[in-house]
């Protein structure tokens, strides 16, 4: 088989489905790689799944079940509220399509479990949608840590969030049943996955959830979460929808010095390196600016592209996601009985079934 993007690689026909924000971007990537063609777009808006298949030289449909009928398409992007998700990806994968699921992979890690058995049955490549992990300033972090410029993990601490929308009140994600959850689900689960690539599987949730301003009946739009990993690893994080100014900030603290990765912008990032004085002497900083944070979405769908033509996927496995729907259900549970929650490592489960 060719490398990345040979010319000896075939194409593979790529469903979207779900033309909002995310799956306007995952059209564009799909039909800007050489290993992948856009086919066919869905959405029950006409008129947007229209405009987008007239830029891209795609079909358009209301419903995803034409999609699926369809025997020009191999691979499948589903990018829907919530509570379509599981269904949408489960009867992809029964017809043998690879499938890219958008996080949060499930309402629930009862409903993400069921889309990794179907996925092991089907035997195609199933992706969970955790775009941060390819933001470059988060890779440029990575490289630092796994390098063992901070040396050994003490803490993590993690901020992010947005004012929500001006319509927010009026879309799915104020839908208990649609969205399964608030800003922990949304925002929160980005964090816990960030989380998990650097510290590895949580194995202890404390939370607090608060409906501070927006009307969403019984969702949050505020989380605070505390983890405890292995090696007495804490990580701390708020997630919020009444950050005013968007805002993320992931900083990593090691007994050698921290890493501190910011941005207001989805263009630009900051990432700051520490290094800590010895002996009484006062730490030194560095500044790196990090531009083109958008290229984050063509290296998720090279990731795909690559793993869909045989090569190993490097982010959003399976057990990924269910490692991270599993704290966020915990979060969830500490936050309605007021005490600290143990957390199931499911990865080495996942394998053994």
Same mark, same amino acid.
């Given at each position: 088989?060719?490398? &990345?993007? @040979?010319?000896?690689?075939?194409?593979?026909?790529? *469903?979207?489905?779900?033309? /909002?924000?995310?799956? +306007?971007? =995952? !059209?564009?990537?799909?039909?800007?790689?050489?290993?992948?063609?856009?086919?066919?777009?869905?959405?029950?808006?006409?008129?947007?799944?229209?405009?987008?298949?007239?830029?891209?030289?795609?079909?358009?449909?209301?419903?995803?079940?034409?999609?699926?009928?369809?025997?020009?398409?191999?691979?499948?992007?589903?990018?829907?509220?919530?509570?379509?998700?599981?269904?949408?990806?489960?009867?992809?994968?029964?017809?043998?399509?690879?499938?890219?699921?958008?996080?949060?992979?499930?309402?629930?890690?009862?409903?993400?479990?069921?889309?990794?058995?179907?996925?092991?049955?089907?035997?195609?490549?199933?992706?969970?949608?955790?775009?941060?992990?390819? &933001?470059? @300033?988060?890779?440029?972090?990575?490289?630092?840590? *796994?390098?063992?410029?901070? /040396?050994?993990?003490? +803490?993590? =601490? !993690?901020?992010?969030?947005?004012?929500?929308?001006?319509?927010?009140?009026?879309?799915?994600?104020?839908?208990?049943?649609?969205?399964?959850?608030?800003?922990?689900?949304?925002?929160?689960?980005?964090?816990?996955?960030?989380?998990?690539?650097?510290?590895?599987?949580?194995?202890?949730?404390?939370?607090?959830?608060?409906?501070?301003?927006?009307?969403?009946?019984?969702?949050?739009?505020?989380?605070?979460?505390?983890?405890?990993?292995?090696?007495?690893?804490?990580?701390?994080?708020?997630?919020?929808?009444?950050?005013?100014?968007?805002?993320?900030?992931?900083?990593?603290?090691?007994?050698?010095?921290?890493?501190?990765?910011?941005?207001?912008?989805?263009?630009?990032?900051?990432?700051?390196?520490?290094?800590?004085?010895?002996?009484?002497?006062?730490?030194?900083?560095?500044?790196?600016?990090?531009?083109?944070?958008?290229?984050?979405?063509?290296?998720?769908?090279?990731?795909?592209?690559?793993?869909?033509?045989?090569?190993?996927?490097?982010?959003?496995?399976?057990?990924?996601?269910?490692?991270?729907?599993?704290?966020?259900?915990?979060?969830?549970?500490?936050?309605?009985?007021?005490?600290?929650?143990?957390?199931?490592?499911?990865?080495?489960?996942?394998?053994?079934?």
């Amino acid at each position: 088989m060719a490398g &990345r993007g @040979g010319p000896s690689v075939s194409r593979i026909g790529v *469903a979207v489905i779900g033309c /909002g924000a995310v799956g +306007q971007r =995952r !059209a564009r990537t799909a039909a800007a790689d050489p290993r992948t063609e856009l086919r066919v777009v869905v959405d029950t808006d006409r008129r947007r799944s229209a405009g987008l298949a007239s830029e891209l030289g795609a079909d358009s449909v209301r419903d995803w079940r034409d999609a699926l009928a369809r025997q020009d398409v191999g691979a499948v992007v589903v990018c829907t509220p919530n509570a379509l998700l599981v269904p949408i990806s489960i009867a992809a994968l029964r017809t043998r399509r690879h499938v890219l699921i958008e996080k949060p992979m499930g309402r629930n890690a009862t409903e993400a479990r069921a889309v990794a058995a179907e996925a092991r049955k089907a035997g195609t490549v199933l992706k969970i949608g955790f775009n941060s992990r390819y &933001r470059p @300033g988060a890779v440029r972090a990575h490289e630092l840590y *796994a390098s063992g410029f901070i /040396g050994r993990l003490l +803490q993590l =601490r !993690a901020t992010y969030g947005d004012g929500g929308g001006l319509n927010l009140e009026r879309e799915w994600r104020a839908d208990a049943e649609l969205a399964g959850g608030g800003e922990l689900l949304r925002h929160g689960v980005d964090i816990v996955d960030l989380f998990h690539w650097f510290a590895g599987p949580a194995n202890r949730a404390q939370s607090e959830l608060q409906n501070a301003f927006w009307n969403l009946g019984r969702l949050e739009d505020n989380a605070f979460g505390l983890l405890r990993f292995g090696a007495g690893v804490v990580g701390q994080f708020h997630v919020s929808m009444t950050e005013w100014q968007a805002f993320f900030s992931l900083e990593l603290l090691g007994e050698s010095g921290g890493l501190v990765l910011e941005s207001s912008s989805p263009d630009v990032e900051t990432l700051t390196v520490i290094r800590r004085g010895e002996a009484g002497h006062a730490s030194t900083s560095e500044k790196m600016l990090i531009e083109n944070a958008e290229s984050s979405w063509t290296a998720e769908w090279t990731d795909f592209a690559a793993a869909m033509h045989g090569e190993p996927l490097r982010h959003g496995l399976p057990e990924d996601g269910l490692q991270i729907i599993a704290t966020i259900d915990a979060l969830y549970a500490a936050a309605r009985s007021g005490s600290a929650v143990s957390i199931a490592t499911l990865g080495a489960d996942l394998h053994a079934r």
